[in-house]
């Protein structure tokens, strides 16, 4: 017989350190956007505040959407690699689209915004990752997170 512990327990250190979510040539060290992950409250009420307002809800609806995208990008996407098919070696490094195409550009989170505001389905992808309890119990880390 299982009891809650045991199907909602979360890895604290996974929550806030991330994990690591290996995509098709690309992974993405991910922390959990809330819960133990404290930093991401911290930095949300820190942009709210930068607009004169007590909460996020008190933020119109296209605001709060950007001041997300903001904080997911610094607080939670802890890093984002490409894979260098030649040598098997991981690279940091996000890719963008400008005017002369798709570029690789340096990870940090002005870039990676960049790219999730021009992939928004790659964006809900990572929030759903990132929102998701199951995302850091350490038996699906070992299981289904490759590294």
């Given at each position: 017989?299982k ?5 909602y ?38 942009e ?6 007590a ?6 609806p ?13 607080v939670c ?15 940091s490094?996000?890719f ?13 989170p ?7 505001k ?8 990572l ?21």
């Amino acid at each position: 017989m299982k009891n809650p512990y045991e199907v909602y327990e979360t890895d604290s250190s996974a929550e806030i350190d991330g994990v690591w979510q290996e995509l098709d040539g690309w992974r993405i060290l991910l922390a959990r956007s809330g819960s133990k992950n404290t930093l991401w409250d911290k930095e949300l009420d820190k942009e709210v505040k930068k607009l004169g307002k007590a909460t996020i809800s008190a933020v119109s609806p296209e605001a709060a959407n950007k001041i997300v995208m903001k904080v997911f990008s610094k607080v939670c996407v802890k890093a984002h690699e490409i894979l260098n098919e030649d040598t098997g070696k991981w690279k940091s490094g996000v890719f963008i689209r400008d005017d002369s195409g798709v570029k690789l550009v340096p990870f940090n989170p002005k870039n990676m915004c960049t790219c999730l505001k021009q992939l928004p389905d790659y964006y809900d992808d990572l929030r759903k990752w990132a929102d998701d309890f199951t995302t850091f119990q350490a038996e699906v880390e070992k299981e289904t997170i490759k590294k």
